[in-house]
């Protein structure tokens, strides 16, 4: 496949960000929902983004070592019998081992040819062969190649070492089984422990907004929130766009009361049956169910790698503080394609 001259400046930069960036952070990263599911539970995907943390096996963490771009962890839906599963960034993101081979545009079939060559290479124990020697089906794309099926968007905090050794401690050492439930052991209920693992207490279900479903757009509010209240923190929001193609493109995620007021299929029904609950549904979505996210934020550059041997910098590039704020229009369909990049100035 060809790459553009936007993707080969954006992996160049790799070498010039891990220069001057050596702050140590997690992520909470929401992830739009596509596709037919997508349309049905308009809530998305949570994951969380540790850049200081790698893997050394799916199951198993450890801390990076120069020149890795960190992990990705969530929970997922009967892969292997597993309550979370880690993989790196690069593959996360693009199903493929290095920044030099990201894709500029990809069509569904390019896409399923990706993330079977990387499966190949690395899955197999999670992912085996079909019983005629093809990809298997299952849930098991979801693992790699996100970046394929939807835009992302990014909240970050700074984290310390200490921080990083106890969280690696307590996932390596927990009985990692699954059992995946929609409404109360899903993919943001995951993000939501781990995030106060590394900050008790920042994010909690919502009982109002969400009738207590934890959402990956309920964790983004009291995350953000819970930055605003700690700024020393320095939390800060960055977007990945989706990969350019014929690929459907991915729409804004949705908490539950949103998901109902948004929808006509939905919310003309229930107001016919049930006026005095979509009221209160509508109520429930304009007091606590809205996240405004921030304009111009930056477009995410892999390249947040472990950089223990440098000096920490006086400022972190590529990041923008957050003021987080209701919003009563929706957000943008999609996040818009990156710009080429210039490393000098990254």
């Known amino acids: 496949m060809n790459l553009s001259k936007s993707t080969l400046l954006a992996a160049l930069c790799v070498s010039t960000i891990a220069a001057t960036q050596a702050h140590a952070s997690v992520a909470l990263l929401m992830e ?4 037919a599911f997508g349309a049905a539970n308009p809530t998305g995907h949570a994951a969380i983004y540790l ?14 070592h120069d020149g890795e771009y960190g992990v990705v962890i969530s929970r997922y839906h009967k892969v292997d019998h597993l309550d979370w599963i880690a993989i790196p960034l690069v593959a996360y993101l693009y199903a493929v081992d290095d920044p030099s081979q990201i894709p500029a545009s990809v069509t569904k079939e390019q896409v399923a040819q990706i993330r079977d060559t990387y499966r190949r290479a690395h899955l197999e124990d999670l992912a085996p062969d079909a019983p005629n020697g093809s990809a298997p089906k299952g849930e098991w794309t979801q693992l790699v190649g996100s970046s394929f099926d939807r835009a ?20 390596n050492d927990r009985k990692n089984v699954g059992h995946f439930n929609l ?26 907004a969400d009738a207590g479903i934890t959402t990956p757009k309920q964790d983004a509010r009291d995350w953000v929130g819970y930055g605003k209240k700690h700024p020393e923190l320095n939390m800060s929001a960055f977007v990945i766009p989706q990969v350019l193609g014929t690929v459907s493109r991915s ?8 998901s109902l007021v948004k ?3 939905y919310v003309i029904p229930l107001a016919i049956l049930a006026p005095e609950v979509t009221g209160g549904v509508v109520v429930a979505y304009l007091a606590d169910g809205r996240l405004k996210l921030p304009k111009g934020t930056p477009v995410f550059n892999i390249g947040d790698e ?9 400022a972190t590039p590529g990041r923008e503080q957050l003021t987080p704020m209701p919003d009563s229009t929706p957000a943008p369909a999609a996040a818009p394609a990156p710009a080429p990049v210039t490393p000098p100035v990254q």
Do not use: W
């Open 152 to 171: 992302i968007h990014g909240f970050e905090v700074d984290t310390t070492p200490e921080q990083d050794s106890r969280f690696m401690a307590i996932f």
């Open 251 to 258: 729409h804004p995620d949705d908490g539950v009361a949103e």
């Open 183 to 208: 409404l109360f052991h899903n993919c943001a209920d995951f993000s939501k422990m781990v995030l106060n693992t590394y900050d008790p207490h920042a994010v909690h279900r919502n009982f109002i």
């Open 32 to 35: 739009e929902p596509y596709g």
């Open 51 to 64: 850049n200081h943390i790698c893997a050394d096996s799916p199951t198993s963490l450890r801390t990076c």
């Open 306 to 314: 472990e950089t223990s041997g440098s000096p920490t910098p006086p």
């Open 263 to 265: 929808s006509k299929k």
